[in-house]
């Protein structure tokens, strides 16, 4: 029998890309929609004054007051090791991987480590309303194995893989080119595209990966094309200057990666701060994605990113947004649209709030050429929703009250908010998080 449900509160989603075309022609706006889903595929949705004359006999749709249906938010970078070690003090990149990272990451050669932050990740995820993310496991098969089981239990829509590196890392994070190709090899057999996981190879950066190390990750893209890879680049000016001592005969950092065969769609190049208007133009012409990591990029003082830059109509660059965690400082895509709105002003540019959850969800799911299945509330997709509560903390309560139209109301919520907004996460059509009760409820779907 299917299973059919339905979620009634206001509606927001996009139906193009709004740095391309005048954002309120993006935005579709339904004051008090109703949803309807059937085994976890949306089916139906409309203004609740249409719906509810249609809906199936002896559905009562699940009404959120003062609130808003978005679909789920998708976090296109994250390292799930780092979340024992967010807020490490004093640090720029190289020195902060060196200091805290490698140290924490060790501890993921224990199986039942792996799968105690496995959960909690997690849980912080859907608690930030992130049903998707691109993320980095450590260098050992089993952390994969933690990640991805857990996310099947929740049936998330995610992508992550095994982290490459053999050189400039300690001994015990690393592997070699030969491992690391057959590490991920298994890897792609036992996960990709198992229900909703995806293999994502996952070579760190240039400078922990000899060149044969590289090749190989090339390797294994060209004999997957359907598998995700992703890597650093152009974070950090000191580790620009590295790669370019490191492979003195390529043309620039991003170079490194076309050489071996790395830059192609569904690629994602987390951060891209440095990047020059050729590297821009590779971008373009190949499909891959940068993905914009602003809280990160702040509190690594690695640099502001150019987004208006990467997004012109000429060449356009698919972006995706990133928290970056553990450099990154939240889970939540809200405080991410925060942190990138004063990103933009440090620029001279605006962000407006149409393109900032574009980004957060139909954007990051262009960036990873998944947009005809999730990052849209429409027909045919699948139902990873968010409820976005708009009287969240006793400010936003008072502060929505005096917001004129449904942008201005977005706005807010992207500045003051975070995690207390998202009121329930649905996966595939299951309620899987609701903020009911001290540390929220958690739900495996049946
Ligand atoms: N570059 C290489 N590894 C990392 C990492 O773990 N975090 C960030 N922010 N940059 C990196
Ligand atoms: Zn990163």
Redesign the pocket.
Known sequence: MSKVKALRADLVTFSADPFLKEPAECLQFIPDAIVVIKDGVIADLGPSSELLKRLPDGIVPEHYSDAIISAGFIDTHV?YP?TEMIGAYGEQ?LE??NTY?FVAEQNFASVEHAERIAKVFLRELLRAGTTTAVV?CTVHPQSVDAFFGESSRFNTRMIAGKVLMDRNAPEALLDTAQRGYDESAALIQRWHNQGRQHYCITP??A??STEAQLEVCGALAGEHPDAFIQ??LC??KD?IKWVLELFPERKSYLDVYAHAGLVRDRSVF??GIHLTEADFCTCHQTGAALAH?PT?NFF?G?GLFRLFDAKNPKRPVRVGLGT?L???TSFSQLQSLNEAYKVAQMNQTKLNAIQAYYLATRGSAEALCLEDRIGTVAKGYEADLVILDKKATPLLAVRSEFCKDIVEQLFVLMILGDDRVIKATYVAGEKVYSREGAAGTFTYPE
């Open positions: 390292h780092q990149l902060w991987l990272t980095y760190r950066f400078p922990t890597t650093h974070e950090n580790e987390g951060h990591c990160s690594l690695s970056d553990g450099a990154g």
